[in-house]
Structure formats: structure tokens, C-alpha cells
């Protein structure tokens, strides 16, 4: 069985992201950079099939500038065989565009599973699961928490919105993972040092998608108004009184 | 307009300081303000390491006696509360044959001169105090007990709430924009929040100090520039008993400390990335740079070699050309004083820094003198460069 994990280089975590002052995005120049963490899990546990004789071979794929290699490179690191470039060069593809670009590159490498974090940390959108997942016409689950993988037959524990739920699903399948499924291991130095010599293919984004050019694009990007300062009330009653006038807490007509 | 007698520029580990020796030495109404919080600048980012061991004599005179405060924190802020998170763990250098060698005898002898504790170890003696290092190499190895590291956080906040406790104000989220000045001298400041009135006006604001430069157009020799720590999980435990080491061997001449458990925090003890624009923003590590200072802990820890990344992050030094501070007066502009341009000693020296910098603004004999450190040396030529170079041991 051949998995294919998508990962993506986002912003890390700890840094405060700041708007470009032309509107254009946020600016990312000189940042701590980071694999998307949701990603980082979807890795691991495609490592971890690998490694329990599940799976056979695992490709992970990065879409991007050159500086994304960083990211495969981390998970080639980890344990992942082989890693691939989808090259954007200085173009920003939307969701739809990069995911029409994956579903090629799937059939090509001919793969049976897919994972990828259930959303990036940076734009938050989880768009990329169920485009992919439509463009392939496979079946998908999202925030996946645990895995149980027999032959083809595929069992999963997700969020719903009414709780847990179980889904059994037949490969070949696409999974958005959640942060609970498994922790990422720790990188030794010397995968570093190894994952630093293996080659990572690159294959041009433009080769793999129908369209020329993306279907939506970003407006503006502005940053989030300050929060207005709180208030202080001496008693109960004028709580009640300001709570009274607060719109969300009004029945509308 | 509300008057104070002095004002304090920036609410780092130097800012909270001056404001602590300020009440202290008597100074009346002080008011601290910080752009964003106490402590939240470079003070966060500071490895904390603390020794004496400077190849500029004035700087192992203000080691010392920052030294003796961090070693009686509590005591000396009056709060027994108080806690600098001092691990004394003492510190360890050494250095192979070769141009660091000479540097580093003097350095010492000339810390044995100022009345430091300083002993001269063999291989095995440096290999019991830090048995997952080897010395194959060294061909000289000093040992410094009264050293160790501590919390810069810990530190800037016990400054900052001993001085409160003195009467200090201090506002936090309060950017200043411009100096206030009359017939060439200062009054006050005039900040996002309006104008404060002080004839005394401290501006300890590290990576920037530029703001100085574009308030009074004296020029600023000061630059941001990032350096790279990691934490390094290990297979054996680098212990609290075991010393701060400092490799003069290692092509970055790297530091090296406990990080707790296995935890190694360890860091490139030269020339980091010179920022654009101040900004102490967590910046970009790449894997190549974390196998690069891997493949030197290993030569040194071999058994480090199979060590796992546990976690990186970068700090900003505010770096002058010669590596040590600006203090003092700036003649061009009475009623200022400043300290700036730390180059990544800024917590090592910051009790002791305080102390001098409120004598200073208060007009009384300061007890370490500061024309060394005099702005007029960038002029002058009379710089203060240490023996190792460019880089942070200075």
C-alpha cells in the first residue's frame, strides 16, 4: 500500500503573524517557519503504517517555492521514502488549483491512501481534503482521531457534530487527521543529517492542473480590530442591565 | 502634563533595574514605560547565562558585582519573594591549541587579578565536573564556580516589582514617540498616551535604541541581529550540577547548557543575522543550520551525536561595533542617559548595569566608571573590543 502525505509550511505557531502593508497577505519574510502541525501527525502515522508492515511506501508532497523542501526534508527526516515538490514558482494557486494538481499526482504515483492534516494552522480553511477527496471521487473522513486499517478495509473514529463517530471506509481513501491521533516523534540529528542528502523530486504545478489560472484570489487581508475595552459594573443589577442590551443575547423578530 | 523626576525608557531586565536602583538610591517620582510588557523585548529571549569571565576588564567588574546581587537576589531586592531561578552550576572554558589559547590564559589571569575564583583544570578534573564532554583537544581549561545561569524573566519582573514596592510607576503598552526638549535640553516625553514632564530621562531600550538616533540625530552604532538557539534532547542527562561550558574550540564557538533532564540549550557564540529592522519576532531555522551546530555539540558530546531536536527559537542581541555597551551621558543631549548596545550581555550585567546607570542619572559617583563605555569612543576610536573578537564572550 503506497500513502501519500501532503504536508504544508506555515508560519510556526509561536510567531504573531503581520499584515503586508500593501494588503497583499501576511508577511512571512524572515519568520520562523513550520510543517503544518496537523501534518506533522498525518506523517507520523503514516510512518508508523510503514514501520508496522501496513504500507509499503510512503511519498510525502509539499506544494509550493523551493523553500517548502524544508518541510519534506522534516518529514523525510521522520521516516517518509520519498518526498515530491509541486512547484508553484512565484504563482499562488488556490485550494481548487492545488488540489486538481494532487488528484493527478495520485493517480500517477499510483496511491492507495492519502493523509494530510484536517487544516493548515496558517489560513485555517480544510479545503483540501474534500476538494481532493471530490476530485478523486474517493471516500473521505475528516479530524480522524484513530485508524484501523485491515486489507482494504478501513476503519476510523472522527469528530461529528454529534459526538464520536465510526466510519468504515474501503481504500483507496483521503483522511484529514486530528492533533489526537498520535504525537510526532522527535528528529535525531542524524535522519536529519541524512534527510539532508536524499533527493526530492520536483514536478511543476502547471503540468499536473487543467487550469491555467486560479479561480478566486485574495481581495485584501487586513488585521482584526483591537478588542474594545471591558467594562466594570459595581452590583449585580447593572450586570444584568448591560448583559440585557448586549445584541447576541436579544431574541431577534 | 504629569511630571516625574525620572523617566525610564523600556521595561527589559536594564530598564527594570535602573527603576529598582533609582527608588533605591532615593530618586523620588520614576515613572517605566514599556511598549508592550515588562520583560517582553529580547529580556525573554536571554539563555541567561551569568559568569565573570570577560577579556575586557570593566566588563568582569560589572560581572561581579551583578554576580553578587543574582547569588542574594531576594536579600538585596528586600522582597523574599523574589527568585532570579539561579542554578549555580559554575562555568567551564576551554580552549585547543591555537589563537583562542592565548586570549583565553590572559582572560583568565586577568579575572584571577580582579579577585574572581578562577582554577585551572586538567582533562580528567574538567571531565568529572562534565562527564558527556570530552577534552581531547583543550590545552587549556578554566573553571569558575561562582557562575551558573538564571531566568531573565524572573529577573526583570523582581526588579520591576521590587521597584513598584519602592513607589515606582510603571506603565506597560506605552509607546514613546519623541523626546520632549527645551533650549537644547530634555524635559520629558511625549507618547502614545500623552506627554510625561522629567529633566532625567533613561532610555535602556536595547534593539531600539535607534529611536535615539531619529529623536536627537545623534547616531546610534547599534544593529539587531538574531542568533538561533536549540534545545537538544540527548541519551544522558546534562544535569543542573553540571557547569555552563563554553567550547573556544568549536568553529561557532558555542555555549552550552543544561536544559533540564536531557536537555541541552546550546547556541553559536559569534556573528549572527544582522535585522533590517529591530524586531525580536521569532525568526526562520533551517535543518541545515540545526545538522550544522548538531555536528559541533557532537564533536564535543559524542553522545549527543544521536540527539533528537526538541525544540529552537531565536533572540535578538543589540550588537555595537566593538560587542559591549554604550552607558552613560550623551553629551550632545543634556538630561539623557543611555544604555544600550548589550551584544548579548545584557542579563549577565544588568544588576550591576542598573546600579551604575541610576548613579549616573541621579548626578552621584557612579562605582564602576563608566568612560569606557562613553558613546564618544565610536569617535574617539578608543574601543572597547575583547580578545576573542567579534561575538558575544567579548
Known amino acids: ?253 | 502634563m504629569q511630571s516625574f523626576d525620572a523617566i525610564v525608557i523600556g521595561a527589559g531586565v536594564i530598564g527594570s533595574s535602573v527603576a529598582f536602583h533609582l527608588a533605591r538610591l532615593g530618586a523620588g517620582k520614576v515613572l517605566v514605560l514599556d511598549r508592550l510588557q515588562i520583560g517582553a523585548g529580547t529580556s525573554t529571549q536571554s539563555s541567561g547565562i551569568l559568569r565573570t569571565h570577560y577579556s575586557v576588564i570593566e566588563n568582569v567588574e560589572l560581572a561581579k558585582r551583578s554576580w553578587s546581587v543574582f547569588n542574594n537576589f531576594a536579600h538585596y531586592l528586600g522582597d523574599e519573594e523574589a527568585s532570579a531561578g539561579l542554578v549555580k552550576c559554575g562555568y567551564l572554558i576551554c580552549a585547543p591549541e591555537g589563537p583562542k589559547l592565548e586570549p583565553l590564559r590572559q582572560s583568565l589571569a586577568g579575572q584571577e587579578r580582579m579577585g574572581v575564583e578562577v582554577r585551572l583544570l586538567d582533562k580528567t578534573a574538567a571531565q568529572d565536573l562534565l562527564p558527556i564532554a570530552t577534552f581531547d583537544d583543550a590545552a587549556l581549561i578554566g573553571y569558575e564556580p561562582e557562575a551558573g545561569f538564571a531566568d531573565a524573566y524572573l529577573v526583570a519582573t523582581g526588579f520591576a516589582r521590587a521597584a513598584r514596592r519602592l513607589g515606582v510607576k510603571i506603565m506597560e503598552g506605552v509607546t514613546v514617540e519623541r523626546l520632549l526638549m527645551d533650549g537644547g535640553r530634555v524635559v520629558g516625553v511625549e507618547t502614545n498616551q500623552g506627554s510625561f514632564h522629567s529633566n532625567t530621562v533613561i532610555s535602556t531600550q536595547n534593539i531600539w535604541a535607534g529611536d535615539i538616533e531619529k529623536w536627537t540625530g545623534v547616531p546610534t552604532p547599534v544593529k539587531a541581529e538574531r542568533h538561533a538557539v536549540l534545545a537538544l534532547e540527548g541519551p544522558e542527562a546534562y544535569s543542573f550540577k553540571m557547569p555552563v561550558f563554553k567550547d573556544l574550540g568549536s568553529p561557532g564557538m558555542l555555549y552550552c547548557r543544561s536544559y533540564g533532564g536531557n536537555q541541552m540549550l546550546v547556541s553559536e557564540g559569534i556573528v549572527g543575522e544582522t535585522l533590517a529592522v529591530p524586531d525580536n519576532e521569532q525568526g526562520d531555522i533551517s535543518m541545515d543550520y540545526v545538522v550544522e551546530v548538531g555536528a559541533q555539540v557532537a564533536e564535543r558530546f559524542p553522545s549527543f551525536g544521536e540527539a533528537g531536536l526538541a525544540s529552537s527559537w531565536t533572540g535578538v542581541y543589540d550588537v555595537t561595533p566593538d560587542w559591549n555597551p554604550v552607558l552613560g551621558r550623551l553629551p550632545d543631549v543634556p538630561g539623557l542617559v543611555v544604555g544600550y548596545g548589550f551584544s548579548g550581555h545584557g542579563f549577565k550585567l544588568s544588576p550591576g548595569v542598573g546600579l551604575v546607570l541610576a548613579q549616573e542619572a541621579l548626578g552621584l559617583p557612579t562605582d564602576v566608571p563608566l568612560a569606557p563605555y562613553a558613546h564618544e569612543r565610536f569617535r574617539s576610536g578608543h574601543l572597547l573590543t575583547g580578545r576573542y573578537g567579534l561575538g558575544a564572550v567579548s
Not at chain 1, 54 to 80: E, F, I, K, N
Open chain 1, 1 to 253: 500500500m503506497h500513502v501519500m502525505v501532503l504536508v504544508k509550511r506555515v508560519v510556526d505557531h509561536n510567531v504573531k503573524v503581520r499584515v503586508r502593508s500593501d494588503g497583499s497577505g501576511v508577511d512571512t519574510s524572515g519568520l520562523k517557519m513550520s510543517i503544518n502541525p496537523f501534518d506533522e501527525v498525518a506523517v507520523e502515522q503514516a510512518v508508523r503504517l510503514r514501520q508496522a508492515g501496513q504500507a509499503s511506501r510512503v511519498t510525502v508532497v509539499a506544494c509550493g517555492p523551493a523553500v517548502t523542501q524544508d518541510v519534506l526534508r522534516l518529514s523525510l527526516a521522520m521516516g517518509a521514502d520519498s518526498a515530491i515538490q509541486l512547484d508553484t514558482g512565484a504563482g499562488e494557486p488556490d485550494g481548487l488549483m492545488a488540489t486538481e494538481a494532487l488528484a493527478a499526482l495520485v493517480k500517477r504515483e499510483q496511491v492507495d491512501l492519502v493523509l494530510c492534516g484536517k487544516q493548515a494552522i496558517d489560513d485555517d480553511l480544510g479545503d483540501t481534503v474534500p476538494m481532493l477527496a471530490a476530485w478523486l471521487d474517493w471516500p473521505q473522513a475528516m479530524s480522524v482521531n484513530r485508524i484501523e486499517l485491515s486489507g482494504t478495509a478501513l476503519r476510523v473514529d472522527c469528530d461529528g457534530d454529534q459526538g464520536l463517530e465510526r466510519w468504515s471506509l474501503t481504500l483507496p481513501a483521503v483522511l484529514g487527521v486530528d492533533l489526537r491521533l498520535c504525537d510526532p516523534r522527535a528528529i535525531s540529528l542524524p535522519n536529519m543529517m541524512k534527510a539532508k542528502k536524499a533527493p526530492i523530486s520536483t514536478t511543476r504545478l502547471e503540468e499536473l492542473a487543467q487550469a491555467a489560472a486560479p479561480r478566486s484570489s485574495i481581495v485584501s487581508c487586513t488585521t482584526p480590530p483591537a478588542r474594545a475595552a471591558g467594562l466594570r459594573v459595581p452590583d449585580l443589577p447593572q450586570l444584568l442591565a448591560h448583559l440585557r442590551q448586549v445584541p447576541a443575547l436579544n431574541p431577534t423578530a
